[in-house]
């Protein structure tokens, strides 16, 4: 195991506390098209108020999203990215008391949001543009590293893992090598399984059953299992929005394990999954 980093990581515009165990990332989508809410939160004001409502129920950080990553969506060009997101940044940045976190793999749509107020890099592609990792070691901030085999257009077509645990993990120490290699330190990178990005229920049920090997590497880990598909196969739940318990079940799995952030749309449920876990966990520790 590599040393153990800081219960608290602070950097020039942001501050994340871990003293407790697991802080929860609110999903704000600015998109028509997402896979459970697209569409709700298209009107700049209507986000705002959402990103609001959530950092007031226990959000520490809101995940802004211009483009939806869901299985077989198109990419959206960074013009209409920046469009969406910009506004909603600016606002939240200012009012939210949270961290804002730009959900993105287009290197302009991250700078226009870095420039907006956005103190975090969430990376579907962990950094396959080279100059957005140059861009987060120059703005020194934080950057989540997501496994993903294929694209959202072709991820969900037929994934195939000889060792799907050891390979994701094995991707995402590269990955991270290579962010320490562009400037950007061990303590601002986060590695992210991508449950759900190329994945089927079996992939995605082991990744979870091994999230601790994740914790071992000595990385911060985020997950993000909210509301996803492989839920609604457990459960038999088609609507995503039903799959609040079933991601709960998830939420205290990965909080348990020593998962940093937690990806979730249900905020206010899932912050007291995750309160209550910490409080159990820390006082077994004393």
Known sequence: MADRLNNVLEWGVGRLDFSSGAVVMGVLNVTPDSFSDGGRFIDTEKAIEHGLKMAAEGAAIIDVGPESSRPGAEAVGAREQIRRAVPVIERLASEAG??????????EVAAAAMEAGAAMLNDITALADERTGQL???????????????????????????????????YLLERAAKAERLGIPRERIFIDPGIGFGKTLEHNLLLLRNIKRFVETGYRVLVGTSRKGFIGEITHKENPADRIFGTAATVALCAAAGVSVVRVHDVSEMADVVRVVNTVISNIKR
């Open 98 to 107: 949270a961290v804002i976190s730009i959900d993105t793999r287009d290197y």
């Open 136 to 170: 987060a070691a120059e703005k020194k901030v934080p950057v989540v590293l997501m496994h993903m085999q294929g694209t959202p257009e072709t991820m969900q077509a037929e994934p195939r893992y000889d060792d799907v645990v050891s390979e994701v993990l094995e």
